[in-house]
């Protein structure tokens, strides 16, 4: 195995573990605000906006985890239908696809951060809309080391992860 898919091993993991914080956190602070308005009477300002981010976070940092997995979707009705060569071409063409898909992504979203990065938020000051907007050009640039792994050793998503442990 090379060293490339070992990094993203660890890339991945690490993504898995932001992922699955980010979710914790906003299934924790949904309920919380909905308890102080509907039975304390007293509407927080500060869970929807969390709530906000932490979609943000869970959807792009959890989003190359999905693609590393091969668990996003997948339409094959055409390509089942292909030669083996076809095939082959066909996942080439797509793998290409992602990863310009993913660079045009990654500097839309980074010109986003950029230009909005010093704006605050109302209702959480503490956080521009700059950095919350963060995580969308990180999740790109994580696809893309996914996908350029995928064009380098081929599909990830079946073979066991070797941690600093051991495999898992």
């Not at 932001?18 to 602070?29: D, F, P």
């Not at 039975?39 to 300002?45: A, H, Q, R, T």
């Not at 951060?113 to 521009?128: F, G």
Request: charged letters at 10%.
């Amino acid at each position: 195995m090379s060293a490339y898919s070992r990094l993203m091993d660890a890339v991945y993991l690490l993504c898995m573990i932001i992922a699955a914080v980010s979710l914790l956190l906003m299934v924790t602070v949904i309920p919380i605000g909905i308890f102080a308005r509907y039975v304390m009477n007293d509407s927080l300002s500060w869970p929807e906006p969390v709530a906000i981010v932490c979609m943000i976070i869970f959807t792009f940092i959890g989003a190359p985890v999905g693609f590393r997995a091969g668990t996003h979707i997948c339409v094959t009705m055409v390509t089942d239908r292909l030669s083996p060569h076809g095939q082959k071409i066909a996942l080439l063409l797509s793998n290409l696809l992602m990863l310009v898909a993913c660079l045009v992504i990654f500097q839309a979203s980074y010109a986003l951060c950029e230009a909005m990065w010093y704006q605050p938020q109302a209702s959480l000051p503490a956080i521009t809309f700059g950095q919350m907007y963060l995580p969308i050009p990180v999740g790109a640039l994580l696809t893309i080391l996914f996908v350029i792994e995928r064009l380098l050793c081929g599909d990830q998503s079946e073979r066991p992860l070797v941690s600093l442990g051991g495999t898992h």
